[in-house]
């Protein structure tokens, strides 16, 4: 079964310009959650998607949004990048939302803001 | 305000010997819990887990150790191997699951 994918794996923007990532879960998964990575912070909970419907929102301010398509894939956005948003950007696919279902991982997109 | 906490950065450890890494929490609300090993470049992979409701679980080399009274776990490795090097998340879940800053272990020949 292949594991969840993210595209790009690297990306170099500008501060002002947003970028959009995209996850592909693990088939059958219907849960996808993203996370943001830097350095000393962990992980950092973004918001949560089941069934195309946010479940679940983080801490981050309205520059972060996503999206899950009917096929379960899911996009985040960032607009008005800022230097700070340099970060790894992590998707997790789950079986079911919410809750301690095991959630796997894709490899990240490396986003640097310069 | 880090409800999950791991505060050691990093460890060295011996090849043979014990790695223990250790999390603590302070949501008392927090149901379940579960240890993550990143290498450099590819995401977390899940390692193992415990219930709020169990003190201990193993899974072959790894063992977590759950004490709500202290509101704190700990992974341990026996033996270490050089293979362990990574970094190791702590996580705790309640509707989401909330991850500590991670502790890099290094396990030296």
């Known amino acids: 079964k292949a594991g969840v994918t993210q595209t790009p794996r690297y990306l170099i923007k500008t501060r002002g310009q947003q970028v959009t990532l995209s996850c592909s879960p693990i088939s059958g998964h219907r849960s996808v959650s993203w996370y943001q990575q830097t350095p000393g912070q962990g992980l950092q909970f973004l918001f949560e998607y089941f069934s195309e419907t946010q479940r679940n929102k983080g801490n981050f301010p309205g520059r972060f949004s996503g999206r899950q398509f009917s096929n379960s894939r899911s996009e985040m956005n960032v607009s008005t990048l800022e230097l700070g948003d340099s970060a790894l950007y992590l998707c997790a696919s789950s079986l079911a939302a919410g809750g301690p279902d095991t959630q796997y991982f894709g490899p990240g997109t490396r986003l640097t803001v310069l | 305000d880090q409800q999950v906490k791991q505060n050691s950065p990093s460890l060295s450890v011996q090849e043979g010997r014990i790695s223990i890494l250790n999390c603590d929490y302070t949501n008392s609300m927090f149901d379940y819990f579960l240890w993550y090993k990143k290498y450099p470049a590819e995401g977390p992979t899940f390692l193992i887990s415990?219930?709020?409701?169990?003190d201990k679980n193993e899974d072959g080399r790894f063992t977590v150790f759950l004490n709500k009274s202290a509101k704190h776990l700990s992974l341990h490795i026996v033996p270490s191997q050089p293979g362990d090097s990574a970094v190791y998340f702590c996580?705790?879940?309640?509707?989401?699951?909330?991850f500590g800053q991670g502790t890099t272990l290094q396990v030296k020949p």
């Open positions: 996580a705790a879940s309640e509707l989401k699951l909330i």
């Open positions: 415990i219930s709020s409701i169990k």
